[in-house]
C-alpha cells in the first residue's frame, strides 16, 4: 500500500480556474519525495489537500489507505508545515513548549539542539529565519507518518538547512516535500514529482531517471539543480 495514493483529482479554487486536472501520484511509504515544479503549478495546493486542508472526494486521495479529508484521526498520523508562520507574541520558546507538555522529552531536546534554538527567544522579536525554526521545532515535535513541507528551509541558514535535512532523513516517515532550493538534496531525496500543467508529468525514484543519471556521470556540478531546471525551461508556457 502507498502511502499516498491520489487519483484522477480535478481542484479548482471557488470560482477560479482548474489548479489540479486528473491527477494521480503514488508516493511509496518511507520515500522521501521531492515535489517540484514551477511557480503556481498547484504544489501547495495539492499537499493542503493530502493534508485534509480541502474536501475532495475520498475516492480521490487516500492517506495510510484513509481519505485525506473525511478521515479526522489522520491529525495524529499527518503533519503539513507551510507558509508564513504568524506568532509573533510576546511568549518566549519555552513558554511555547511549557503548553505541549505531553510532547517526548528526548525529541523536544534533540530538536533543539538540531534547529539551534534558545528558549529564551522572545517571539515577538525573532528573525524570520528564527520563527521558522520555532515553527519548524513546533511542527516536529510529535513523530507522524506522513510528513508534508512547504518550502519550509528558506528562511534557513545553510548549517540548519543541513542539520534539518540529516534529522528528517533520520526519521521512520514518509515525506512530500515541495521546495525550490535544490542543492545538496541528491543524496537526500529517494523520489521526485515533476508537476505541470495541473498533474503529475514524472514520479518516479531519482536514481531510476536516466538523464539524471547521466548528469551524475558527466560530473554536472548540482545534477538536481540541472535536471529540474532543464524541465522547468523546456515547459515553461507563454505569458
Known amino acids: 500500500m502507498n502511502a499516498i495514493d491520489v487519483r484522477a483529482l480535478d481542484f479548482a479554487y471557488a ?19 521531492l515535489l517540484v515544479g514551477a511557480n503556481g503549478s498547484g504544489k501547495t495546493t495539492l499537499l493542503s489537500i493530502v493534508g485534509g486542508r480541502h474536501m475532495c472526494a475520498d475516492a480521490c486521495v487516500k492517506v495510510l489507505g484513509r481519505p485525506a479529508f473525511s478521515d479526522t484521526s489522520l491529525v495524529h498520523d499527518v503533519s503539513v ?36 534554538i534558545d528558549r529564551r527567544w522572545r517571539m515577538c522579536r525573532v528573525s524570520d529565519g528564527q520563527r521558522r525554526r520555532v515553527q519548524l521545532l513546533l511542527g516536529l515535535l510529535w513523530p507522524v507518518e506522513i510528513l508534508l513541507l512547504d518550502e519550509v528551509t528558506t528562511d534557513l541558514d545553510v548549517i540548519a538547512r543541513g542539520d534539518l535535512l540529516a534529522f528528517l532523513r533520520a526519521q521512520p516517515t514518509t515525506i512530500l516535500y515541495a521546495t525550490h532550493i535544490l542543492e545538496g538534496l541528491e543524496d537526500w531525496a529517494t523520489h521526485v514529482a515533476y508537476l505541470d500543467d495541473g498533474g503529475i508529468a514524472l514520479m518516479q525514484p531519482l536514481d531510476a531517471i536516466a538523464e539524471f543519471t547521466a548528469l551524475k556521470q558527466r560530473g554536472v556540478t548540482a545534477p538536481l539543480l540541472r535536471l529540474v531546471d532543464g524541465w522547468l525551461r523546456r515547459d515553461r508556457r507563454p505569458k
Open 15 to 33: 470560482g477560479g480556474p482548474p489548479v489540479l486536472r486528473g491527477l494521480d501520484l503514488a508516493v511509496p511509504a518511507g520515500a522521501r519525495c
Open 81 to 116: 508545515i507551510s507558509g508564513h508562520f504568524p506568532l509573533d507574541v510576546d511568549l518566549t520558546v519555552d513558554e511555547l513548549l511549557i503548553r505541549r507538555p505531553d510532547a517526548d522529552a528526548g525529541r523536544r531536546e534533540q530538536l533543539l539542539s538540531v534547529l539551534d
